[in-house]
């Protein structure tokens, strides 16, 4: 196990925190590009599209071709839009994050380091949906330093603070193609309660479920 020190946040992290959380979030796109690959309609088109330049051309190169070409094509245009939701992202609470998490009542801000560099991120601030509820978000590991426990320890400290604030709950989402941080949040204890489609035309087409997660925080009485 990698030995590592959790700190809160402080302002010259700013840089690497966004950077280290655009780079985690850039790394799913080969995986959406597999998600959007099994879904019926892009299957579809891409099997009439090659049945009607076979028997049209009657030449196997072009229909190979211009499938080839369509792939390559949505893969840009998948890679497009994903960064766009990054852009979003560092828009959001992570382009002041010491107004956002470290001032903020309730709310804070956490860097994991090892080998004198910060690795891991996470945040954590009050819920929109219910009092008493605290949302965990922004977890973010370095490549080279996952499986190392690191992200558990930081989910541990979102709970820790939680539980040491009076707060009934900790809950977060994640998107279907996160298998591997949806099964670090279900070892250390949280479950799934809900999912539901994206409520976008994107989010329908590309059948973008989304999954949250609750870790209720046993009562002291």
């Known amino acids: 196990m990698a030995t590592h020190h959790i700190r809160e946040y402080h302002p010259e992290d700013y840089e690497t925190v966004r950077d ?20 019926p309609w892009v299957i579809l088109i891409l ?24 792939l390559a ?28 998490y470290a001032t903020s009542k309730g709310a804070c801000f956490w860097v994991a380091e090892a080998d004198d560099r910060v690795v891991a991120i ?13 949302m965990l978000k922004r977890m973010s590991v370095r490549k080279d330093y996952r499986g190392h426990g690191i992200a558990k320890a930081l989910c541990r400290t979102v709970l820790s603070f939680a539980r040491d ?43 973008c479920t989304i999954s949250k997660y609750r870790y209720d925080i046993p009562s002291v009485d």
């Open 20 to 39: 280290l959380f655009a780079t985690g979030m850039s790394e799913y796109v080969p995986t959406l590009c597999v998600h959007m690959l099994k879904q």
């Open 47 to 70: 099997a009439c599209t090659f049945c009607l330049l076979l028997t049209s051309s009657r030449s196997l190169l072009l229909p190979i071709l211009a499938v080839t070409l369509l």
């Open 73 to 100: 094509v949505g893969r840009q245009i998948l890679g497009y839009i994903w960064s766009m939701y990054i852009d979003h992202c560092l828009q959001e609470d992570l382009l002041d994050i010491q107004a956002t």
């Open 122 to 134: 996470v945040g954590a601030r009050p819920s929109e949906e219910h009092q008493g509820e605290l």
């Open 165 to 207: 604030r009076g707060y009934q709950s900790v809950v977060l989402n994640t998107l279907m193609v996160q298998h591997e941080a949806r099964a670090m949040y279900e070892g250390v204890g949280f479950q799934v309660y809900r999912h539901y489609i994206l409520p976008t035309i994107y989010g329908h087409l590309a059948n």
